[in-house]
């Protein structure tokens, strides 16, 4: 029979629910037995719908118990260096989303002490378990391409979260580029060295009021010598489009598409295809993957496929972003770099 | 606590795993007890991988069970009919893959057992299920096309299945258009009165020994007054084809594609995809889905989707296809007609 | 300077007008300077539009005209015998639209005819020349595909044409599915040898009064082992869909598509490209290639790539399929041939 | 009859000659009655193989010659300033490729020059003139997207023209990006007030020495509000890509495709479809079409199309685009403007 391995997840929001839906439903290697959110009607009706045998407002029962060996964490990001630091202390294998946690001191603090404690920690970034990435990604490792030397991301989202989200969200580098900068560096074998941001408010004014933008564009330059950029967008009032394009010296891959199902109707009007509308669709299977893999890892004794250093290197490309958008000028990492 | 349906599955060969592994590890409802194949060491085998409880090479093990509410049969054909007498007379659910029996006495008896014991029966045309195939439905039933006037369908293998497998398939009409049939009865909103078909031996001329061909193509004619073809075949070196295009008065959808992985990959010689190579990767979910609902009609007392009835009626027209091929003439349902 | 073929256009209707507008201002090999129609104001009006220095009502000025070299032919199908003879007897070499001739016995006597004279004869099967089926072509001869053993091609019309033109057209596998049959030939490289068809009137009840269908399917068996299958129909609301598929044993190649510009629109409620509604769009090229090749052949001396042979055997398919609709039994070309 | 422009071309290089040929061949409206190019050999092989009455290696020849209304400009851009102020003096129409100058003050001076002669002039933006951007026009003028508020433009050359070509180019954003500068200002309906650019020699290292780069991207914002980027590329060795995408409020446009012939070819390793190659492929009949539009301006006496302003102004874009990439710093055409 197989060994489970017990563990839990912190928050139960718009994400932190399907982990847990996951883990307990399609993770054949994790038992769920401890829930958590600072919200406790929540954290109570989860754990009767999902029949888990516990259930706090507490993390910290849940980083005392001796018997949970992972912990994921889904609350929000302004909670993930405390969590953290708490997993490490308690030995727990953390399992934590994007970004790894608020701003750059918090990182190089979070980087130290997990290293200290041989923490085994995977940051969300669920984009390398997606099929259509994660078969790219198998065919530049066979040179089917060549050596990249462009990259191209888009990220579109059908409209802005709420003004809520936005205002606690970091900004869109931060919380919504980060992603097409953890798979840039996947993609491209390299680290970014240069970014240059651009963005402008095209149809959410109150983004204003938090120096934050609904479409902005990344020039990024890679150790390698390469070069790319990267959109991002709160208005695709169409869909959900997520895309990549990398151009290698003998090959060029294109990632992505908008169809959802696979139907076309066909009228006097012309062939229409339906188009993805949100995330939990597009990524319906990485999110599953990523946690498998997650306790695949703990079961098997390899290192997590997205480790905490990535966290920190994607983290630091959106703060340079960040900031050469406020300076409009190009920022280089080397400087910033903290690893 | 939800309540889970206690099962077992009957033949673990090529489906019969599958489904095993789908209710063991993503069915919800549905607590896997027990496992029967007549190779005991399979059986065994498929126990421990899975842990299952108990195993048997003797289904009657299972129909004597007090405690098993449903079962899957996922044995040759040939077995059919002795599994499903035994499950009607034990008042078990049963879930069977298609074709319901081997030949239409068989089905005019099962039927009337059945409808004697009450039993509840679901037959695997799974297609139903799948995603795109769902979609269309909805959108045929909900008007967005009119009236369906034509129906395509195309169902292409690989390559042929081994000799062994093809002398007792029942042929090509019964073993492979038979999902067609089913689907254009389902799509087409309208049962099938007769058939002309075609076929030849093109690649396979072991075929012609079990008077089997390698590529076949049906015509039929709807009692509704649509009218549509059916285009199977061993040949399509390609990969695994399925699709179909329904044309209605106001509106005409097309199902499927062959694309597997969603990227593109692009040289001087030009852009090139992926294609699906095989049943177990093109219906993944469906034959999931499948099963789920099973389960969901049990669980809350609605009809198994996929009726018995409906397993009689597609064998018919599988049955009167034979005919018309082995004739050269058109074969009319309306006298060999069982319901 | 270049030779120019001082030439005619006899027939300015649908098809007529388009080959006099191609030759008067695409046409750098020849030169228009007879039109006729048997509508004299048409005939006089295209005259002043294009500005062609001739005209009349009467074929047979232009075939005792010694100056004019060739003749396109395009006034309806019932005259071809007729003004065939004409240019066979007055030596000229002539371009004549699809079908050949009305029927089998014509057929039989133009062959003899045009060869005792060695009339230098194109037959208008355009989709030869059309790009997408001519790199089919083109890929075949390579070796692409390895050897075609099955053909799939499918003719939409968006609606049927007026009652006026059904009633002289011959019906749909003489008027429509001829150019499918000679695609089949010419890609699967091997003829015909018998033919099962199939039809019914789904949308136009006035084709019964011609014994005609709006929706008709053959299948096709070949002399070279190759079967395949060719779909007519008029009932294609959604536009004009004209696409074939050919199998080999070593690679299938798609001919056709769909869309009409390159753009695609995306809203909430899908991705949209138009759709490509009528021959003369989507045969706009081939229109013009298949005369710039026939003066060509005039010019260089080769032999035009469309026979009087083509003609005659496409015919033969046709009315074998007329046959076997009427005779509702397959029906064998060995004995029909005439060539 | 129809009257026809008695015209001329100027230049017979790559482009140049093009344009001969399909006024010579193709467009009814025109009479191609001069040649030229500094190249005698040339321009003499050229006035035989198209049969045109006269050449010369000086274009004053052309432009004394009363019997010319119209010339075409398709000479090294370093030329076209002299050959335009000729036009204007001598009272000639004047299609002149693009770029319309080499430098601001040029383009200035010959405005002014041109306004006061009240000199008809087109450039050659054929992009206007493509089916699928001219379709994307018509739809946004109908409204279809709402009001504009994102461009994404994309020109990739499979490969670096000579050295030779580079040195006299003017640089990757006058010579290739200024195309999609000035489609971006037709789609978007909006002038551009800055831009941002960004650069790297990513394959040809002999573009330093000319201060080039062989990719580029430029950061647009429109005096609408709207913004947009354009990437540049001489490093797609698939093909040539020319594609754009317009966000609108309501509605979004996708652009172009590489898809050459309209055929796939499937094998066990994928489903593969060729792509464009070169320009003047993918802009046949843009080439043809703006030229047909420019003569029926003459004939019918409305205003060209893409006018001198508009040259002028892709120009500015262009200008400010190289400026931003040397200075890396956005750079604000309010200031440069000149008209
Ligand atoms: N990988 C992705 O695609 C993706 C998508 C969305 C969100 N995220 C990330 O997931 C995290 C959560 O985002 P969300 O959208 O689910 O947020 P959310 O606001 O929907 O949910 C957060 C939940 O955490 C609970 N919570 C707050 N503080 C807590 C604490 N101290 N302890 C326990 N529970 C607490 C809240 O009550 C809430 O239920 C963020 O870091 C976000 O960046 C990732
Ligand atoms: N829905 C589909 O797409 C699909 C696809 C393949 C097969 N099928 C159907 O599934 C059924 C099984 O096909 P398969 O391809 O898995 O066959 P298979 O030969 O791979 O497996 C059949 C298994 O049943 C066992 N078996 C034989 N007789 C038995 C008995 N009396 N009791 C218990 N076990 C017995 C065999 O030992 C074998 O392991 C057939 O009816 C077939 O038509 C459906
Ligand atoms: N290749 C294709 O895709 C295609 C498409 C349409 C038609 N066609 C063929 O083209 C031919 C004409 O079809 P159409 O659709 O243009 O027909 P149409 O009825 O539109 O035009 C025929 C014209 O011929 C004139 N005409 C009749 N008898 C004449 C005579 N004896 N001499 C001179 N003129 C005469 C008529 O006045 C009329 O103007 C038919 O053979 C048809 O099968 C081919
Ligand atoms: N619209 C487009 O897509 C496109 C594409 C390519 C080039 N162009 C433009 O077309 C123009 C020509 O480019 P090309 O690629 O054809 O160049 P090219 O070098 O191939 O040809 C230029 C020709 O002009 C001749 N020439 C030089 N000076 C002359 C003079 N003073 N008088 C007469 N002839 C002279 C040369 O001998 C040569 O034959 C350039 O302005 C270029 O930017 C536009």
Not at 24 to 39: F, G, H, M, P, W
Not at 63 to 89: G, M
Not at 233 to 258: C, K, M, P, Q
């Amino acid at each position: 029979m197989n060994r489970k391995i017990r563990c839990a997840v912190i928050g139960l929001g718009r994400l932190g629910y399907w982990h847990a839906v996951n883990v307990k439903t399609k993770i054949q290697s994790a038992e769920l037995v401890y829930i958590c959110d600072r919200n406790e009607e929540l954290a109570k009706k989860v754990s009767i719908e999902l029949d888990v045998p516990n259930f706090t407002t507490n993390p910290s029962d849940i980083f005392s118990n001796d018997r949970i060996e992972a912990v994921i964490i889904a609350s929000p990001t302004s909670t993930h260096f405390e969590l953290l630091k708490e997993a490490a202390f308690s030995n727990k294998a953390v399992f934590v989303e994007k970004p790894l946690v608020s701003n750059l001191d918090e990182a190089k603090e979070i980087f130290e002490i997990m290293k200290r404690h041989s923490t085994i920690c995977q940051v969300g970034f669920m984009r390398r378990f997606d099929p259509a990435y994660a078969e790219a990604k198998k065919r530049i490792l066979r040179g089917d391409i060549g050596k990249p030397i462009y990259f191209r991301g888009i990220s579109r989202d059908p409209a802005s979260p709420p003004e809520e989200f936005i205002k606690n969200s970091g900004g869109i580098f931060i919380d919504m580029a980060i992603h097409d900068f953890d798979i840039a560096r996947y993609l491209m074998e390299s680290d970014v060295e240069a970014v240059s941001a651009h963005g402008k408010v095209l149809k959410y004014p109150f983004m204003s009021k938090y120096q934050d933008v609904d479409q902005s564009l990344c020039y990024l330059e890679f150790e390698s010598g390469a070069v790319g950029d990267v959109e991002s967008s709160r208005n695709a009032h169409y869909g959900y489009d997520i895309r990549a394009e990398v151009i290698g010296t003998e090959g060029t891959i294109f990632i992505g598409g908008l169809r959802q199902h696979n139907i076309q109707v066909l009228t006097s009007s012309g062939a229409v295809h339906d188009i993805v509308q949100d995330f939990p669709t597009r990524f319906k299977d990485a999110y599953y993957l990523e946690l498998e893999d997650f306790f695949n890892a703990l079961l098997e004794g390899y290192q997590p496929k997205v480790t905490v250093e990535d966290g920190v290197k994607a983290q630091e490309i959106a703060v340079a972003a960040q900031e050469s958008f406020f300076k409009q000028e190009k920022v280089s990492l080397k400087t910033s770099k903290i690893l």
